[in-house]
């Protein structure tokens, strides 16, 4: 373990504050900063816990990876009968929707990046994001009497854009045919399936809003007033009505296969699923705010989406090059982070040290704080804030202890935001009474440390080299009313935006707004070699990381990555209603041990210690493109992501 004394960071001047907001521009390194100490000797990576939770499976037929068995299993499946990793993924995602409806649904919102086979040099990202409505201006929701997005309610959603990502990637580089890659997520949803005891704990929590305001909800997830158990199995024959009615609507719309996808699409976008998700928006209900708003989704606005294609932002460390979202989404808030650190030699790269823990949580923040200084679906400085000179200078604030302070950068020729700044909120409509019950954002780690759900993830590599890996996430069962006739409710990724002008991510119809839905692809020697991700909101790319720095740095296998204990700061507004921050806040698995705990706390990090298999959900699929082995590996922490393959 790293000593404060020797092998430590020298202080930083700006970390030494109480906690207030520094200067925004300042970049200037401090005469003892970390630049200036001698390289120290390379290490290797501890390695706390030889034992991991299940090996890391190996093959060369095909690989898949997820958060719920059954999504694994639907797209081994289909590898299995021949189809490639899109069919796959596809089929996958759609169970998915059925079996963890807590976690993700079709009203929602993904994101994924992949490779073809054809071309395994050059990440593509899918874009499933979709933008606010028309009718969601800044002006709507101040004259709703409103301060922040709600967290839930159908004002909050954006246009429901995972379907028909999901359908477009099929249509363009899959295989098989609408039917039979929805069979399995129809199956599931008409027959039923075992519950899992999490999506009963969701329903818990907004049981008593569902009774009281949402009763299409309460219909839906509470049949006969009762919460299924555990392992009960639950039908969603609404969902699966759905399915097959866009599998009818394609086999109609022409012979071509690609031509009944889209017809699948258009039925989607224009037919009977826009026309209920529209009309079910016109009925006032309780939002998280406490108060009783309509929706303003329209159907000109579902008519006028359709997802797309765009390149994906990449930065180049320890010979990998590491491809992401662009910064409409929180995706290079990663890729800063490595170049970041990058500058640093392996001995501060370890997150099983007291030294390597301290400076990737440093490193975060001024990541972070730039991705809320600048980032959102507008022109964003991406090639400056990526740049060597600028990750120096933002690379020389890192001290010896950790900052309380929220340190954007300064970019030429702009001025960064400075978001509202909160350790607490409540909505003037709760004044004394507090928010329980009426669904808060993405909660990803309770105060006792559980892990809450949030989002998916599926990672899919098959014997071609097409290799894919997406997180779906939104429309939540706990987000809005269910709309009873589909099966599923809308999302709320709206609440990712602020209602004051001249931010990047403020509110704009047409705009999408920042999402934190971040999937990640790796390359070396221009061939993709791993996909992977992480449910966890505002902690995506921040489990991620010590995945890559294990991997690429510490020569981690793929399982023992991901069970390796792990960490993430909360020292940056989140991105989730209520928008509150914890300066030099750290959340932290007891397993990472007593002394490098210790150690932080002395450093000044704010430290919460959680249950030793709390934090992050990855998943991972690798290929080594010189021998045809694929690797795949999956969490254990909540005993539900697994991995297959052979």
Not at 38 to 47: H, Q, S, Y
Not at 390 to 418: N, Q, W
Request: aromatic residues 6%; negative net charge; glycine residues 12%.
């Amino acid at each position: 373990m790293a000593d404060i004394a020797a092998g430590s960071l020298a202080p930083s001047r700006a970390a030494e504050s109480d906690g207030g907001r520094a200067d925004a521009g300042h970049t200037d390194a401090p005469a003892d900063s970390a630049a200036d100490l001698p390289p120290e000797p390379r290490v290797e990576f501890t390695r706390p816990e030889v034992f991991t939770t299940r090996p890391t499976l190996q093959g060369t037929f095909g690989m898949s990876a997820s958060t719920h068995w059954l999504a694994t299993a639907a797209a081994q499946a289909v590898l299995e009968r021949g189809g490639n990793a899109f069919d796959a993924a596809t089929a996958g995602a759609f169970v998915l929707h059925v079996v963890e409806p807590h976690l993700n649904g079709p009203g929602g919102d993904m994101t994924g990046v992949f490779v073809t086979a054809a071309e395994p040099g050059t990440p593509v990202v899918l874009t499933g994001q979709g933008p606010a409505p028309a009718g969601a201006s800044v002006e709507h929701f101040l004259a709703e009497g409103l301060e922040l997005v709600p967290g839930s309610g159908a004002l909050a959603a954006a246009v429901p854009a995972a379907v028909d990502a999901w359908l477009l990637l099929l249509r363009d580089h899959g295989t098989w045919e609408l039917g039979d890659v929805l069979d399995f997520a129809i199956g599931y949803a008409r027959d039923g399936h075992p519950m899992l005891g999490r999506v009963g704990t969701t329903i818990a929590a907004v049981a008593e809003l569902f009774q009281d305001h949402w009763p299409t909800s309460a219909e839906l997830w509470m049949p006969g007033g009762r919460i299924p158990a555990e392992g009960e199995m639950v039908r969603n024959p609404a969902y699966a009505r759905t399915l097959q009615r866009l599998v009818d609507a394609g086999a109609g719309g022409g012979d071509s296969r690609a031509a009944k996808i889209d017809a699948a699409r258009r039925e989607w976008r224009e037919g009977f699923v826009a026309k209920a998700m529209a009309e079910s928006v016109q009925t006032p209900h309780r939002h998280s705010s406490g108060t009783d708003h309509r929706g303003v989704l329209a159907l000109e606005d579902l008519s006028g989406f359709e997802a797309g294609y765009e390149a994906a932002a990449t930065v180049e460390f320890r010979g990998h090059t590491i491809a992401k979202t662009g910064p409409w989404g929180q995706g290079p808030a990663l890729l800063q982070t490595l170049a970041i650190l990058d500058g640093f030699d392996d001995a501060h790269l370890d997150p099983s040290t007291e030294l390597g823990t301290h400076t990737i949580l440093e490193a975060q923040k001024l990541a972070l704080a730039d991705r809320e200084a600048y980032y959102g679906d507008t022109d964003v400085p991406l090639d400056y804030l990526l740049s060597p000179e600028y990750c120096a200078e933002r690379r020389a604030l890192i001290g010896e202890r950790a900052s309380h302070d929220f340190r954007p950068g300064r970019v030429p020729g702009r001025e960064p935001y400075l978001p509202p700044l909160r350790t607490e909120y409540t909505p003037p409509a709760l004044a004394g009474e507090g928010s329980a019950g009426l669904g808060v954002g993405e909660p990803t780690v309770a105060p006792s440390g559980e892990t809450r759900g949030d989002t998916c993830h599926i990672d899919v590599v098959d014997r071609w080299g097409n290799m894919v890996s997406a997180t779906p996430s939104g429309g939540w069962l706990q987000s809005s009313p269910a709309i009873p006739e589909l099966g599923f409710c809308l999302g709320t990724r709206l609440q990712m935006t602020w209602l004051e002008p001249g931010t990047p991510s403020t509110l704009t119809p047409g705009k999408r707004p920042r999402t934190t839905l971040t999937p990640t692809l790796v390359l070396r020697d221009g061939e993709a070699v791993t996909a992977l991700g992480s449910p966890g909101g505002d902690q995506q790319d921040q489990w991620q990381l010590p995945y890559l720095l294990r991997t690429i740095v510490g020569g981690y296998s793929p399982q023992q990555a991901i069970d390796a204990p792990t960490f993430h700061t909360t020292s940056m507004p989140g991105s989730f209603w209520p928008r509150t921050w914890e300066p030099g806040g750290a959340v932290v698995e007891d397993r990472l041990g007593d002394e490098v705990i210790a150690g932080l706390e002395r450093r000044g990090h704010v430290v919460t210690t959680v249950g030793g298999w709390t934090l992050g959900r990855l998943s991972a699929v690798v290929r080594d493109p010189s021998t045809g082995v694929l690797q795949a590996a999956a969490n254990p922490r909540g005993a539900q992501g697994y991995a297959a393959g052979r």
